[in-house]
Every structure is written in C-alpha cells, then in structure tokens.
C-alpha cells in the first residue's frame, strides 16, 4: 500500500487550539490540524514550519511532538506526526489553503467532524492538556 508521511501542528495561543477545514481534494470539508506532506531531506520540525508558513502564513516554534499517528485509509496509510506548536505574538493566521478555521477551547474539541487520523489526536490531548488549554501537563 502506497505510504505518506504528514507533519501536523497543533496550534496553541490563549488556551485554545487551531483547527482548519480542509477547502479541496477528498477530505474537503473535513476538519484537520494545519499541515502536510514531508518532503526529501526535510526533518518533521523543517517540514512543519515550512507547511504553516505556506498554508496559513505565521512562523510557528514546535515545541513538542505530542504524537505520531498511524492510520490505513483505503487508498493509502498515513504516519502523521502532531507538533504541540507556538504561534509568534501577534501574528494573525491568513487562510491561503483551507476554507474555514476554528480557535477552540479544549472542551469545544468535539465541535468539528475530524478527519479520521485526528481522532486519536483529539484524545490524547484531551487526556494531557489541562482545563485552561495552556499547556500539556
Ligand atoms: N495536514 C493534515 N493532513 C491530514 C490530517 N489528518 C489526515 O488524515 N490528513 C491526511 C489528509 C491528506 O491525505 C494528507 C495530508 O496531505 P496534504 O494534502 O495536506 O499535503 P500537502 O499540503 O503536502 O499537499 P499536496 O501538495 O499534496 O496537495 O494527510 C491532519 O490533521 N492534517
């Protein structure tokens, strides 16, 4: 089966979490963390600064690997590997790729149909951040 490998930030600033609709392709309209596919000679940290500056226009800092999923779509499987990740003062996200985004609070998670990978990211952070959304505990 053919394979791809993802980088994906979670996107944090003032307790809440970024999610993004995806705007084309097959998983359009389904909800997603910011990011994409690693290219040759890229490290998972070069690979996640360079998709958020393309896609949504910030510099981001990833500050942790939070956690790297496995998932077996029918026409693929997906190693995706998630970056609790900074976001510089003031700077606004500029949606360049995706149709919709979201600033969610931790118990708002829920809120948005995930794609299916995501939905083991969800849990595990809902299992390690604390109520204020401020950091991993
Ligand atoms: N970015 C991202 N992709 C995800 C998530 N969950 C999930 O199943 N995926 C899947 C959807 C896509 O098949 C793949 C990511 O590919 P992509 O299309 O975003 O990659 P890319 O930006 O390099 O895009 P492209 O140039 O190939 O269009 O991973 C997620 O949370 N974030």
Redesign the pocket.
């Known amino acids: 089966m053919k394979r791809?490998e993802?980088c994906?930030a979670i996107l944090h600033h003032e307790g809440r979490i970024l999610a993004t609709q995806r705007g084309y392709?097959?998983?359009k309209d389904g909800w997603?963390?910011?990011?994409?596919?690693m290219e040759p000679g890229e490290t998972p940290e070069e690979c996640i600064v360079r998709?958020i500056k393309e896609?949504l226009n910030v510099d981001i800092v990833p500050e942790a690997l939070l956690t790297t999923v496995e998932?077996d779509?029918p026409a693929f499987h997906?190693t995706?590997h998630c970056f609790w990740s900074a976001i510089a003062a003031n700077e606004q996200v500029e949606l360049l790729e995706h149709e919709a985004a979201k600033w969610l609070l931790p118990s708002e998670l829920d809120a948005v149909q995930w794609?299916?990978?995501?939905l083991e990211?969800v849990d595990c952070l809902k299992k390690r951040l604390n109520p204020q959304g401020t950091a991993l505990e």
Not at 115 to 118: G, I, K, N
Request: with cysteine; aromatic share 14%.
């Open positions: 791809i993802v994906a392709g097959d998983f997603e963390f910011p990011g994409g596919k998709e896609e998932c779509y997906l995706m794609l299916p990978a995501d990211v």
